[in-house]
Every structure is written in C-alpha cells, then in structure tokens.
C-alpha cells in the first residue's frame, strides 16, 4: 500500500490537471503535508501558432512597378487548347498570349493590376482558391471571359480571354481557357516565381503615372472639377473622374510600350505639344467622345518603344474637338515632366 501523508487528499484528475495549466495554486496540492516545495509554477507554453502572413499583392509580388507579367504566364499553360505562343510586348502591365483554337485566334491577356474599394464591385462571384488568394469570375459575353486573382489588399490581377475575330467560339471555351490561365497565374505567385525587368535609365517604368498631372489642371477640363487622382497598383497608370469610376467624363495618363502610333491624316494628326511631337486621336461613338494624345520616348526591346498615352473621355453631347482641347491641356502638362 501507499503511504500517505495524514489529512492529505487526493485530488481530482481534473484539477490536477487544471494545476499543470497554471491554475491551482501550488500549495492546494501539499494540503495536509509538512513539505512545502519552494518555486515558482513554470506555465505550459501556448500552444497556438501565429497567424500567416496576409497574401498581399505587395508581399506576393514584391515591387509592383516592375513586375514582368510574362514571367507569370507561359504559352504551355494553354497548350492543351491548341498552338500558343507569346505575342509582341503591348504594355509594362499585361502580357500577351496568342492561341489558336479551332482555327480561331484568341488573345489570351494576363497580368494588369487593378485595385478596388470592396469585392462587391467585381462583376461576378468570387471564390477561394489557395492560401488566401481568391478568385473573381467575372461576367463575360460572347466574345471575351475575364477572371480576377484578388489579393488580401484587394488588388486584382487581371486574366482575360478575347475572341477579336469574326468567328463564333463557344462563351464556355473562352471561360475554360481563363480558368486554367489564372490557376497557373495564382500558382506561380505563390511559388515566388514573379520575375521583375531591370528598366533602362530615363525609362518611363519607375515614374508614377499620377505624378505627372495635377488634381488642379484636371479640374479645369469639362465636369472634372473635385476630381481626384485614382492611382493603379504599378503605378503605370492614373484616372481622373468625376465619381471615381472609369464613366465619362475621365482623365486617364498611361505609361506603356508598343509601336508609335502613325497620323493618317484623317482622325490620327501629327502634332507638337510641349516641344514633343505628339499623334492626336479622336472618336465618336454612340456613348461618349473620346481623345487622346501619344508621344514616344525612349527604345524598349525588340524594336519597340516606351509611350506616353494621355485620354479624355466626355459624356455624349460633347463634341470630338471638346476631349481634344482638353487632351492638349492634359498632355502639355504631362510631356513637360516626362525624363529627359
């Protein structure tokens, strides 16, 4: 038999239990005892583990401004639909795939960056993908389906399948091709492999589109007064509107890349604007006016070259020569403080 000390109890399993957890005092145990054991309770240590870090587009993708879209894209991620291969450079934002299905050719975009106030403002459901990240499956037509890979911070990556031809392919296909495309995407961000471009000196690449124009000059134009700059995650491009949302009338600045566009001396003019030559461009269409102006600047590889792109779109009743005297307004401003 045991022995026991006189007037010593024995204690329920459940407190001493609660006692190796911190709770009973040390001497409930030695009630009745002589000993009392000197020392302090050494707690159990918590046994919970420290939440993740949020899946950022910042933390994801590192510096924005230079991320390379066509290292989060390859054509072999589309190969089961038929021959892919990357198409010319159009911008520092998004790259360019081009697919053949069916004999049809579709352009397969992937890599702008968007930010939004709330998910509600994205066309279509939203679902869990892996790690945090989520997926926006936005509503689409017949002639293009989009996905959105959505960060913690609400910048969207955007995925988009475009039918530009006269030939019919199925909505569904278009949504399938989108699906695995921004799957691929959201895998390789968070694998790490985000690769980033090393921009030339006096490139366009590192200056932040919105610092280029003022909220002041911008309220000068047609129905922008109050307007306040609307910055995109890289930086490479700014809006301006009245209530915030891409609706007319709006102001929008762009760095980007591509061929200079050519005056045809019809709706495109060669123009000086600011000591730059400069191409004006205007449109009509059943909704709005629309005008913009496009300066070159320095070369960017495979023969292209770094752009200025400044637009203004007004509500319809303007005319095409109202958004072009507010573009020249605009792109004055803007020239003056492209690198020189």
């Known amino acids: 038999m045991r022995k026991r000390c006189r007037g010593t109890r024995i204690l329920p399993y459940a407190a001493v239990m609660a006692r190796a957890l911190g709770v009973v005092p040390l001497l409930a145990l030695l009630v009745g005892c002589g ?17 993740p870090p949020a899946p950022t587009a910042e933390r994801l993708l590192r ?18 639909f038929g021959e892919a291969s990357v198409g010319p450079v159009e911008s520092f934002d998004y790259c360019l795939i081009k697919l053949t299905a069916g004999g049809v050719v579709l352009d397969v975009t992937a890599g702008g960056l968007d930010r939004v106030a709330h998910e509600a403002v994205l066309d279509g459901p939203v679902v869990p993908y892996r790690q945090g990240l989520r997926i926006a499956e936005i509503t689409g037509g017949s002639v293009q ?7 913690a911070d609400l910048v969207v990556l955007n995925v988009s399948v475009n039918n530009n031809s006269s030939d019919d392919v199925d909505a569904a296909r278009l949504c399938e091709v989108a699906d695995v495309v921004v799957r691929a995407v959201a895998d390789r961000v968070l694998a790490g492999e985000v690769e980033h471009r090393q921009f030339a000196a006096k490139s366009l690449g590192p200056v932040h589109a919105c610092r280029g124009l003022s909220d002041a000059t911008v309220a000068r134009l047609p129905g922008l007064a109050g307007a306040k700059a609307w910055p995109y995650p890289a930086g490479h491009q700014c809006r301006w509107s009245a209530d915030g949302t891409t609706t007319p009338p709006r102001v929008r600045v762009l760095h980007s890349v591509g061929t200079p566009t050519e005056p045809n001396g019809g709706n495109s003019k060669a123009e000086d604007i600011a000591g730059r ?11 709005y006016v629309l005008c913009g102006a496009e300066t070159t600047h320095i070369p960017f590889d495979g023969g292209l070259r770094e752009l200025a792109l400044v637009t203004v779109a007004l509500p319809t009743g303007a005319t095409v020569e109202d958004a072009c005297a507010a573009v020249r307004i605009v792109a004055a401003e803007v020239w003056a403080g492209l690198p020189r």
């Open 277 to 287: 030559p400069t191409v004006v461009s205007g449109l009509d269409t059943s909704s």
């Open 35 to 51: 000993t009392v054991v000197a020392g302090n309770a050494v707690p159990v240590p918590n046994p919970t583990f420290p939440e």
């Open 145 to 151: 389906c989009q996905r959105g890979l959505v960060f």
């Open 63 to 80: 510096d924005l401004e230079s991320v390379d879209p066509c290292g989060q894209v390859e054509p072999a991620d589309v190969a089961a």
